[in-house]
């Protein structure tokens, strides 16, 4: 965490700890003192007798929810208007350019668009009816449609203006949500749909992360003449590896933990199961979830970055501290005095 701190800054690690200081410091101290032996929502005790992690885990996180939501709402709608004239230019280069398969120059040749499609189809084919991916015949169109639409937007925004402004967490939960109201209107609400409605998110998310660290990739090897095609075989090869190392670390980290514990605490993936949770089976304490909407609107009128803030408020205070003393150390290593500036961004570099 000191190390996360480090390579974010002191800037985004102060958003993060002032997230964590109004939920720790101001929100739950003012429920302990003001909600006295009530029993609100799901609770099982009365706030008096609860400690401070159980009104963390009953209310606050839920007010975190709604605020990393919100954000992830906020940053995809400020990007709207450039994801659509983006999506627009894609479409009008595949056009112009044949869909870039006739290419001769070595640093213009892509992987043909009939072997891509041809996969994407095999891929579509094996979601849909391989039991242990619960995502059935629709689900797998959704991924297709979603994903065709996302990979555009985030490959082009990542090209264009750099990998920061790419809306993964607002794409995901616009897709999660959007995947939810669906399943529960053909009235599959039970632990089926749920399962399939959280594969197809992490499906989706995935495809706007990796399609947008692709452009960036292949962005870099253009300007040093690499080959285009060579680099997605490696781009594909890549991917395979580290889903199946990525898949079991997963899993060991989940067999040793659990996700959602105070070791593990899983924040984006359990805000996903919160959503989705909350769409099929109306058990959100949507009291708390709006609050923290609220403050989300009311930090992105004060200018300040909501996500970083809204991670802050949902995660527990002792992770944004770890993640702060990252922060000043590294502007301590910032601040320092040295000989000229080159060796001070060596040895700020060094220092991750």
Not at 50 to 64: E, Q
Request: hydrophobic fraction near 50%.
């Amino acid at each position: 965490l000191v190390g996360v701190g480090y390579i974010c800054g002191p800037k985004i690690s102060g958003y993060m700890l002032s997230g964590a200081t109004l939920g720790w410091l101001v929100i739950m101290p003012l429920m302990k003192l003001f909600g006295g032996d009530n029993i609100i929502g799901a609770a099982d005790k009365a706030i008096s007798a609860m400690t401070v992690k159980d009104i963390w885990g009953t209310y606050l996180r839920y007010i975190g929810a709604g605020a990393v939501a919100t954000g992830g709402i906020i940053s995809l709608i400020k990007s709207l208007p450039l994801i659509v004239r983006t999506f627009r230019d894609a479409m009008k280069d595949y056009k112009a350019q044949g869909l870039g398969t006739d290419s001769v120059l070595r640093t213009e040749k892509d992987l043909s668009m009939k072997f891509i499609g041809i996969s994407i189809l095999a891929i579509a084919v094996v979601m849909a009816v391989l039991p242990i991916i619960p995502v059935g015949p629709i689900g797998s169109i959704i991924i297709v449609v979603f994903g065709f639409f996302f990979a555009t937007v985030s490959s082009r925004l990542v090209g264009l203006i750099g990998s920061s402004n790419n809306p993964v967490s607002g794409m995901t939960i616009a897709a999660l949500l959007i995947t939810s109201i669906l399943i529960k209107a053909m009235g599959n609400t039970g632990h089926d749909g749920m399962m399939m409605a959280i594969s197809i998110g992490t499906v989706i998310c995935v495809i706007a992360a990796i399609s947008g660290d692709t452009s960036q990739d292949l962005k870099t090897g253009f300007l040093v003449g690499a080959t285009p095609y060579k680099q997605q075989i490696g781009e594909l090869i890549g991917v395979t590896v580290s889903a199946l190392v990525i898949g079991a670390i997963l899993w060991l980290l989940d067999s040793s933990w659990g996700y959602g514990s105070e070791e593990l605490p899983a924040p984006q993936g359990m805000l996903m199961k919160l959503i989705i949770e909350g769409v099929m089976g109306g058990s959100l304490p949507w009291g708390l979830v709006f609050a923290g909407a609220f403050i989300a609107i009311v930090v992105e009128i004060l200018g300040i970055p909501v996500l970083p803030f809204a991670v802050g408020l949902y995660l527990p205070i002792n992770t944004s501290t770890a993640i702060m003393t990252g922060g000043l150390i590294r502007l301590f290593v910032d601040k320092r005095k040295v000989k000229n500036e080159e060796l001070r961004k060596e040895q700020a570099e060094n220092g991750v």
